[in-house]
């Protein structure tokens, strides 16, 4: 059995460690970003603001502390986050008069400024996202998936009305599915979470669930329709064009550095890391190999074709250390670079060099003249590859047969005596609060969302077995 079956989580944290993607601090829960970790971010970072942008959204800031008075205003959202928030209940030496919380979400903040914001509507719609840091003490911290403190971003908007609103939540729903789907090679299910499971606060949460290498689910992204309910709280009102004055109805939505987490833990192999090509920070590295010092045409070959490849924009790096071959390509491989160039004298001689994709077992000859169209074409192809292998294995790993308590149970228990991932299954539901949590409490599995393109569809409560009312997938989950 090999590690990453046997001990997945110890095989990620390995994974990371020797990528170089992060360091531990002496906070807990918390990790400092290496710079690839931190490019990771940055390349998610560029492809959603482009794309928030060309929706009509801008980019502002608000404060990380918030006063404790403002989360009371939503009854639900407090009791939601209350047990994760850290507090500040001093500062210059004195004991503050009101507690301030660092942000877990930034609707209280938010809505109390768009209160003032918003007068007319001619005001609306107000469509702004935020680029932050945000802060939940978890217990259970796993780096990048889950710590104290996580990088993301948080849009917030405000709308005429409720069909405006829903419209917004669903357009920003399909631009995370596209960018994770696009950009990380990562399949996600779309769909509506369950009432349990929504944002605290929300009319409607929806939410992307991308399924681990060892079966486990990872929600990738929500977008939540808050109806008036934060309007209402925080006197959100505008005048229309009957002047009338009339509560907003706002919209918040989310990714955050899980999703690197999620790149890992979907395409990385026993070797390490292995990155589609679109979001690595290396994308082409150039290694000169045998006694290539004594043959200076070597590296000036390599020189040239490192400037090629730059001046076609993509991200390359020329390793001309004194380590051996075999240390590099170990070392470069480990950090997941989608596409490995090698040059000797004998590939000189013979005008061409060896290609190897990271993600796949041989190396190729390619000629000189050509290594720069073999790369670009190597770097989409491998990306077309790695999603179309997730999808094989979320395929492969997703249970449609299961209709029963004691049929998941058995399936569970066949799982660990055969030592296979359990996978996520497909089941009714019927839509009572109870069912859900049993489930839950004996298997560990939860409703991840019901999706709005299911595979098939259930006709029976996979708990009670009455009339089931959605069709959900159920999974256990990060």
Not at 52 to 77: C, V, W
Not at 103 to 112: C, D, K, L, V
Request: overall charge negative; aromatic content about 10%; glycine content about 6%.
């Amino acid at each position: 059995m090999s590690q990453k079956t046997k001990d997945f989580s110890k095989w990620y944290i390995d994974t990371i460690q020797k990528a170089d993607l992060m360091d531990y601090t002496p906070v807990r829960g918390c990790i400092a970003f290496k710079p690839d970790g931190y490019e990771l971010w940055e390349h998610i970072h560029a492809e959603m603001d482009r794309r928030f942008k060309e929706t009509g959204h801008r980019n502002a800031y608000f404060p990380m502390l918030i006063p404790e008075s403002f989360f009371q205003k939503e009854k639900d959202h407090i009791e939601g986050f209350s047990p994760e928030l850290p507090w500040v209940t001093e500062a210059a030496g004195e004991k503050l008069e009101e507690r301030l919380a660092l942000r877990p979400t930034s609707e209280t903040m938010i809505g109390h400024l768009y209160s003032d914001w918003i007068k007319s509507y001619r005001d609306l719609p107000v469509l702004i996202n935020q680029w932050a840091n945000v802060f939940r003490w978890e217990k259970k911290t796993l780096p990048f998936i889950r710590t104290s403190e996580f990088l993301w971003q948080e849009g917030h908007t405000a709308h005429v009305d409720e069909e405006d609103a829903r419209k917004e939540t669903m357009q920003m729903l399909n631009i995370y599915k596209e960018v994770v789907e696009g950009l990380l090679a990562i399949p996600v299910y779309d769909g509506q979470k369950t009432p349990s499971e929504r944002f605290a606060g929300a009319v409607d949460t929806y939410s992307i669930e991308a399924m681990m290498q060892d079966g486990k689910a990872v929600q990738a992204g929500t977008s939540h329709y808050l109806g008036t309910k934060f309007a209402e709280a925080f006197d959100i009102k505008y005048l229309t064009k009957e002047n009338k004055h009339t509560y907003v109805h706002t919209t918040s939505w989310g990714t955050s550095t899980r999703l690197i987490g999620s790149v890992i833990m979907v395409h990385g192999d026993e070797q390490g890391l292995v990155l589609p090509p679109r979001i690595a920070p290396t994308q082409a590295v150039l290694i000169p190999v045998g006694p290539w010092k004594k043959n200076p045409a070597i590296m000036e070959k390599l020189d040239e074709i490192f400037a090629a490849l730059k001046a076609k924009g993509i991200r390359v790096r020329l390793d001309d250390s004194d380590q051996s071959p075999g240390f590099k390509f170990n070392e470069w491989e480990l950090k997941g670079v989608p596409v490995r160039i090698e040059l000797g004298p004998r590939d000189l001689e013979n005008n061409q060099a060896l290609m190897k994709a990271r993600d796949e077992g041989d190396k190729v000859s390619v000629p000189l003249e050509s290594v720069v169209e073999a790369v670009e074409k190597e770097l989409e192809t491998m990306q077309t590859r790695l999603f179309e292998k997730a999808k094989a294995f979320r395929a492969a790993n997703s249970h449609t047969h299961i209709d029963t308590l004691e049929q998941l149970e058995q399936h569970l228990a066949e799982s660990e005596q055969n030592e296979t991932i359990p996978g996520w299954i497909l089941a009714g539901w019927c839509g009572d609060d109870a069912c859900e949590e049993k489930v839950k409490e004996q298997t560990k599995f939860t409703t991840r969302n019901i999706p709005f393109n299911p595979p098939t569809t259930k006709t029976t409560c996979i708990c009670c077995g009455q009339e089931a009312k959605h069709t959900v997938w159920f999974a256990r989950a990060y």
